[in-house]
């Protein structure tokens, strides 16, 4: 049997806790599912996961994304970041034996002046994963979780200004309208995912309503029954179809 050392046993845990949070990620497409399998390989490797030095030691490390959401009006909130000339989400390096969701809520503190409140739709868990190369000088690579919070436009009101030089809302069609170049090379690609697991997820809130009304077919008279079961069928073809 071989021996643990006890100060190993917070990055093991902290290994354990990725792969988990890495395996609850749906891949939206094939370059997610490519990068998820890169991030699992680069977890289970043993390689450093934390950046321990700006900007680019380790050559690759974990960062935490927050996308901002007021869920009324459906807008995401981007800043305007003055080191990477990009409109991106908040965000930060996880720092070292910190767990993803810790780096949320104390980089949206810091950023945006605000609590992190999970977004309805994924909670506390990251949405979408992404691997990228950074442009510039330091160049390195981010292993990126990305989260979702919620918001109301009106409730930030400042924000680090050092950092970022403005902050906007913007509706999926306005973001997907944005030239790429102007804003992280996986933003539509998220904003897409982002829509797609929303409505998924309203999909089967509903489908769960309506397996309640069908699930016992003798308890209403037969006309109910029948459009019961006729919309029942519909909407498990629409699940079937969006997933």
């Given at each position: 049997m071989t021996a643990i050392d006890a100060s190993e046993v917070p990055g093991q845990l902290l290994r354990a806790r990725l792969t988990e949070l890495l395996k609850g990620v749906h891949p939206?497409?094939?370059?997610?599912?490519?990068?998820?399998?890169?991030?699992?390989?680069?977890?289970?490797?043993?390689?450093?996961l934390y950046r321990t030095r700006k900007p680019d030691v380790p050559s690759m490390h974990l960062v935490s994304y927050f996308v901002v959401l007021d869920e009324t009006c459906g807008e995401l909130l981007l800043v305007a970041h003055r080191k990477a000339g990009l409109w991106l989400p908040s965000g930060g390096h996880v720092e070292p034996l910190e767990d993803p969701w810790d780096?949320?809520?104390?980089?949206?503190?810091?950023?945006?002046?605000?609590?992190?409140?999970?977004?309805?739709?994924?909670?506390?868990?990251?949405l979408f994963l992404t691997v990228t190369?950074?442009?510039?000088?330091?160049?390195h690579t981010d292993v990126s979780l990305w989260y979702v919070l919620q918001s109301k436009v009106g409730g930030i009101t400042s924000f680090d200004e050092e950092e970022f030089e403005?902050?906007?809302?913007?509706?999926?069609r306005q973001i997907l309208a944005e030239p790429?170049?102007?804003?992280?090379?996986?933003?539509?690609?998220?904003?897409?995912?982002?829509e797609?697991?929303?409505l998924r997820v309203g999909i089967?809130?509903?489908?769960?309503?309506?397996?309640?009304?069908?699930?016992?077919?003798?308890?209403?008279?037969?006309?109910?029954?029948?459009?019961?079961?006729?919309?029942?069928?519909?909407?498990?073809?629409?699940?079937?179809?969006?997933?």
């Open positions: 939206w497409d094939e370059q997610e599912r490519t990068h998820l399998a890169a991030a699992m390989e680069w977890v289970a490797s043993g390689a450093p780096t949320v809520t104390r980089e949206c503190r810091e950023e945006l002046r605000i609590e992190a409140v999970p977004s309805t739709v994924s909670g506390a868990q990251p190369q950074t442009r510039g000088q330091g160049q403005a902050i906007k809302w913007l509706s999926l790429g170049n102007r804003l992280d090379p996986h933003m539509h690609r998220f904003s897409q995912a982002h797609r697991h929303r089967l809130a509903a489908k769960s309503t309506q397996f309640s009304l069908v699930s016992s077919p003798y308890r209403f008279g037969s006309n109910r029954t029948l459009v019961s079961c006729v919309a029942w069928r519909s909407l498990r073809r629409a699940v079937i179809t969006s997933c």
